[in-house]
């Protein structure tokens, strides 16, 4: 698969895996579509996010899907559109907080505006790309076995996905370790920090291997962790100074 070389032809790449996305729907479920949430701000980033989540979830519809992400993600002011209820916090902060940094010259933690005091802080989100692996909505918590499922069901989708999208840092919220024959993982160079965050990388992509972003988040104030975020910056930082 070619590289898209400009923004039309990239847009033009996302309807067809749209299209694809479409051909999984069954009579109970229709797909979540994911991708960038703004294609243009995405195409021209300096710096490419992808996060690859496990599944999206669908309370508002009954479980069914049939949404796009960027139905919600792309609104102007997404605190005050989406976030600023308690629900979607524990996932949607670190993605935000990790994202700003890296594209803010790497702030740290204790550098980034807390968002209910700068709404545009939560903004960033407009510039990254987030896919699942289950292209169906899930429930409230995952599960393994069924996931692993839907990855081999969809790798290959997933992995026209990638291909497409061209990210300068794919980060596994949780879900990295489906990835490592796909990725070919074991042909990169392998990393780990103090804080335990595996990382891999050649001389064109950086894969993280996560936690999941709500993952050890329970009585953290305001939904993140900054050793979550700090270790994801850091690793990003050197690899992209170096």
């Not at 009579?27 to 701000?41: M, R, Y």
Request: with cysteine.
């Amino acid at each position: 698969m070619d590289t898209p070389k400009d923004l039309a032809s990239f847009e033009k790449r996302l309807s067809q895996l749209k299209e694809t996305m479409k051909l999984l729907s069954t009579d109970e479920k229709d797909p979540i579509f994911d991708g960038p949430v703004e294609s243009e701000l995405y195409f021209n980033s300096s710096i490419k996010i992808l996060w690859i989540l496990k599944e999206g979830y669908d309370n508002e519809n009954n479980g069914k899907g049939g949404f796009d992400y960027s139905k919600y993600l792309s609104q102007d002011n997404v605190y005050e559109n989406f976030l600023e209820g308690e629900r979607y916090r524990a996932t949607w902060y670190p993605i935000i907080f990790v994202s700003f940094g890296i594209l803010n010259n790497f702030a740290k933690y204790n550098e980034i505006s807390f968002i209910e005091n700068d709404n545009s802080v939560a903004d960033v989100i407009h510039n990254v790309a987030v896919i699942n692996i289950n292209k169906l909505a899930g429930g409230s918590s995952s599960n393994h076995t069924e996931i692993s499922k839907k990855f081999h069901a969809n790798k290959e989708l997933l992995l026209q996905q990638i291909e497409v999208l061209q990210p300068d840092i794919i980060i596994g919220g949780g879900t990295l370790s489906y990835f490592y024959p796909l990725l070919k993982l074991n042909e990169k160079t392998h990393k780990e920090t103090l804080a335990g965050l595996e990382y891999y990388y050649d001389d064109k992509k950086i894969f993280i291997n996560a936690k999941h972003p709500s993952h050890r988040l329970k009585g953290k104030e305001n939904f993140v962790s900054e050793t979550y975020v700090d270790d994801i910056i850091e690793v990003c930082r050197v690899h992209f100074l170096k």
